[in-house]
């Protein structure tokens, strides 16, 4: 599994960006896949997380509403209304099952970060 994370920029608060995770081996077909992200000198958190067939999606509470995880071929995290405290390396991850997960240690592959940063 070779895993890409990509969209990642600078954008005004209030404004959107679309993350992309993609495998170019599409190896995570059939796995479920999740959203991390870690701030300067905070721990990773999850944000969103999507299963197999795209039918179960899960968020936290700080995003909910406001970020939508899809998938088709690659995954995508589409985040709206972003706020400074968004401001963070996002990393997405195959999970070890069908279904994603919470916790990063259900998962067994990490993409390389893309940083997005939200200004005020």
């Known amino acids: 599994v070779q895993l890409q994370a990509s969209g990642g920029g600078l954008v005004q608060a209030g404004g959107s960006l679309r993350l992309s995770c993609a495998d170019s081996?599409?190896?995570?077909?059939?796995?479920?896949v999740g959203w991390f992200r870690q701030a300067p000198g905070k721990e990773r958190e999850f944000v969103a997380a999507i299963s197999w067939r795209g039918g179960t999606t899960s968020y936290a509470d700080s995003v909910k509403g406001r970020f939508t995880i899809s998938r088709d071929n690659a995954v995508y995290l589409e985040m709206n209304s972003l706020k400074p405290e968004d401001t963070a390396a996002y990393y997405c991850a195959v999970a070890r099952k069908s279904y994603g997960s919470r916790f990063a240690a259900d998962y067994t592959y990490w993409g390389q970060g893309t940083q997005v940063t939200v200004s005020s």
């Open positions: 081996r599409r190896t995570f077909s059939n796995n479920g």
